[in-house]
C-alpha cells in the first residue's frame, strides 16, 4: 500500500502543536500517523526511498499521487501544517462582480449587483466558479458551502478541482426566474433540479446537495413551506441568508410581524438541517431556537463590515454551543476569498466592540475556519489533523519576515498565534484535500490558473460594457 508522508517543522492537531512533525496518509487519503518523526521515516529518507518537498518527483507533481505503490515523503522544512479551511458560506461566481458597488449600503448594493447578474450567462457561471476555487485552493481553502446556480456541468468543475462543496440552487419564488442569462429554471424548476442532484451525487465524498431558498424577504411563505417539507422528506439541507441587515429584519417585522429567524420558525424551516448565514442580527430567543434546533449558522465578519450590516454576536453563538462556520460572502462583498482574513477579523473584532481581550481566542476561531465549518457543512471527516480523518491539509511558509522570530522548538504555542494573527493566504505552498494534492508551491495541479484568469478578466470587460 502507498503512502505519503509530510514533515514539517511544526502541526496544528486537536491536542496541541506539535513540533518536528510529520503526518502520513494512505492511497485512500485517510490519515494514519500524525505526531512526531518517526525514526523510521528519517531512516527511510537516508535510505533515498522518497521524495523531498521542493524536490517533488514528476509523478507526483503531475497527479498528485505517487505512481508507485510505495513511500513518498515530501520535506517541508520551514512550513507547518494545519487543517485545510472550510468557507462556509460564500457565491462562488460572484468573483467576476469583485469591487462592484464598494461603497453603497447593503439595499442599494443589492440592487446594483442583482442588476448585473441579469446579464451573466453559463459560461460567465463557469469561469467565475473555476476563479474563486483558484483563489481559495491557493489560500488553503479546501471545502465551501455556495449558494448560486449550479447544474451538473459545474458540480462537476468542482470536483474535478478536488475540492469539497456543499451547493445549494439559489431560488426567490416559485415562479421567478433568478438567472435568466444562465439558465431558463425559475425557483419551482430549482427545486427540482435540486432533488435530482442530491440523488445523482448521494454519496459522494466531495459534494453534497442543498436547497437555497434565499432569504424569506425574498422568498414567500408558502414557497418557504414547500421546501420545509420536501427538506424534512428527502433529507436534502436548506443554506439561506437570515438577519443580514437590521434593513431586513424592519422589513420582516412590517411585513409578518416577527423577526426573520421567529418568521421562518413558525414555517418550520428550522425542523430540517439548516445552514443560516450571517445572522448578524439575532435576537437572544432566536439563537436559543437555533442551539434547540442544532442549527448552523456561518460568520462573515468582513462582508458585515464592509456592507455596513453589523456585528454578529459570535461570543453569544459560542456560549449558546451553536454550530458555527466561517465565512467569506461573495467577494462583491468582501472583496477576497482569503479565510486568514476572516480568522484574524473574527477574532479581534469582537475583543474591539467589547473591549476584552479574552472575550474570543485565535484558536477558537481557528477551530471554527477547519473542524466546526466541515462539521457545519455536512463534511465532517475533514477539518482536523488526526488518525482516521480524511488528509485535508495545508502546509505554510513560515521563512518570511512575518513569521519571524518563531521559535516553535521553544514556544510551540506560538504557531496559535502567528496562525490567528499573522498567517495570510499567500503564505499557503501546498494543499492535500483527500490525499490529493492539489496546489504544489504556488503551482496549481488541478486548475488551469493563467487561463481562467485571462478568461475570468474577458468576462467581466463585456459585463462592464453592457
Known amino acids: 500500500m502507498s503512502e505519503t508522508i509530510l514533515r514539517a517543522d511544526a502541526m496544528l492537531t486537536p491536542s496541541g502543536v506539535i513540533v518536528d512533525a510529520e503526518l502520513a496518509f494512505d492511497a485512500d487519503g485517510r490519515i494514519t500517523y500524525a505526531g512526531t518523526v518517526r525514526p523510521e521515516s528519517i531512516a527511510n529518507l537516508d535510505l533515498g526511498e522518497s521524495h523531498g518537498a521542493e524536490g517533488i518527483s514528476p509523478a507526483v507533481h503531475e497527479t498528485g499521487v505517487p505512481a508507485h505503490s510505495g513511500r513518498v515523503t515530501?520535506?517541508?522544512?520551514?512550513?507547518?501544517?494545519?487543517?485545510?479551511?472550510?468557507?462556509?458560506?460564500?457565491?462562488?461566481?460572484?468573483?467576476?462582480?469583485?469591487?462592484?458597488?464598494?461603497?453603497?449600503?447593503?439595499?442599494?448594493?443589492?440592487?446594483?449587483?442583482?442588476?448585473?447578474?441579469?446579464?451573466?450567462?453559463?459560461?460567465?457561471?463557469?469561469?467565475?466558479?473555476?476563479?474563486?476555487?483558484?483563489?481559495?485552493?491557493?489560500?488553503?481553502?479546501?471545502?465551501?458551502?455556495?449558494?448560486?446556480?449550479?447544474?451538473?456541468?459545474?458540480?462537476?468543475?468542482?470536483?474535478?478541482?478536488?475540492?469539497?462543496?456543499?451547493?445549494?440552487?439559489?431560488?426567490?419564488?416559485?415562479?421567478?426566474?433568478?438567472?435568466?442569462?444562465?439558465?431558463?429554471?425559475?425557483?419551482?424548476?430549482?427545486?427540482?433540479?435540486?432533488?435530482?442532484?442530491?440523488?445523482?451525487?448521494?454519496?459522494?465524498?466531495?459534494?453534497?446537495?442543498?436547497?437555497?431558498?434565499?432569504?424569506?424577504?425574498?422568498?414567500?411563505?408558502?414557497?418557504?413551506?414547500?421546501?420545509?417539507?420536501?427538506?424534512?422528506?428527502?433529507?436534502?439541507?436548506?443554506?439561506?441568508?437570515v438577519s443580514e441587515s437590521a434593513a431586513e429584519v424592519e422589513q420582516i417585522l412590517d411585513r409578518y410581524g416577527a423577526t426573520p429567524a421567529d418568521h421562518l420558525a413558525s414555517l418550520g424551516l428550522f425542523e430540517a438541517e439548516v445552514l443560516a448565514a450571517h445572522c448578524v442580527h439575532l435576537t437572544e430567543g432566536e439563537i436559543e431556537l437555533f442551539a434547540r434546533t442544532g442549527t448552523a449558522v456561518s460568520h462573515n465578519p468582513v462582508s458585515n463590515l464592509k456592507l455596513g450590516n453589523g456585528i454578529a454576536p459570535l461570543p453569544a453563538w459560542q456560549r449558546a454551543g451553536l454550530r458555527i462556520s466561517l465565512g467569506t460572502d461573495s467577494v462583491a462583498s468582501n472583496n477576497t476569498l482569503d479565510l486568514f482574513e476572516e480568522i484574524k477579523t473574527g477574532t479581534i473584532l469582537h475583543r474591539g466592540a467589547h473591549q476584552d481581550a479574552a472575550i474570543v481566542r485565535a484558536s477558537d476561531v481557528l477551530d471554527i475556519a477547519t473542524r466546526g465549518g466541515a462539521e457545519a457543512i455536512g463534511f465532517p471527516e475533514s477539518g482536523a489533523l488526526e488518525v482516521g480523518r480524511l488528509a485535508d491539509v495545508i502546509a505554510l511558509d513560515v521563512s518570511g519576515s512575518a513569521a519571524t522570530p518563531l521559535d516553535l522548538a521553544a514556544q510551540p504555542g506560538a504557531l496559535v498565534s502567528h496562525l490567528g494573527f499573522a498567517a495570510t493566504g499567500a503564505d499557503v505552498r501546498h494543499v492535500f484535500i483527500g490525499g490529493r494534492h492539489v496546489y504544489a508551491d504556488g503551482e496549481h495541479l488541478t486548475l488551469d490558473a493563467p487561463a481562467i484568469r485571462e478568461r475570468a478578466a474577458q468576462a467581466r470587460s463585456r459585463l462592464l460594457a453592457l
Open 74 to 241: 515530501h520535506d517541508l522544512t520551514g512550513h507547518v501544517l494545519m487543517p485545510g479551511l472550510v468557507n462556509g458560506h460564500t457565491h462562488s461566481a460572484m468573483t467576476l462582480l469583485r469591487g462592484v458597488s464598494d461603497d453603497e449600503g447593503f439595499m442599494p448594493w443589492l440592487a446594483a449587483v442583482q442588476a448585473l447578474e441579469q446579464h451573466l450567462t453559463h459560461e460567465d457561471v463557469e469561469v467565475g466558479l473555476q476563479l474563486a476555487m483558484v483563489e481559495m485552493i491557493e489560500t488553503g481553502t479546501v471545502a465551501f458551502a455556495d449558494m448560486y446556480h449550479w447544474d451538473e456541468t459545474l458540480v462537476e468543475l468542482v470536483r474535478s478541482a478536488g475540492m469539497r462543496a456543499m451547493v445549494a440552487l439559489a431560488s426567490f419564488a416559485p415562479e421567478a426566474v433568478g438567472f435568466p442569462g444562465v439558465s431558463p429554471w425559475d425557483g419551482a424548476e430549482a427545486t427540482a433540479q435540486t432533488e435530482t442532484l442530491a440523488e445523482r451525487y448521494a454519496g459522494d465524498p466531495q459534494i453534497r446537495i442543498a436547497y437555497g431558498p434565499h432569504a424569506p424577504y425574498t422568498c414567500p411563505p408558502e414557497f418557504l413551506r414547500d421546501i420545509t417539507a420536501r427538506a424534512l422528506e428527502r433529507g436534502i439541507p436548506i443554506h439561506t441568508h
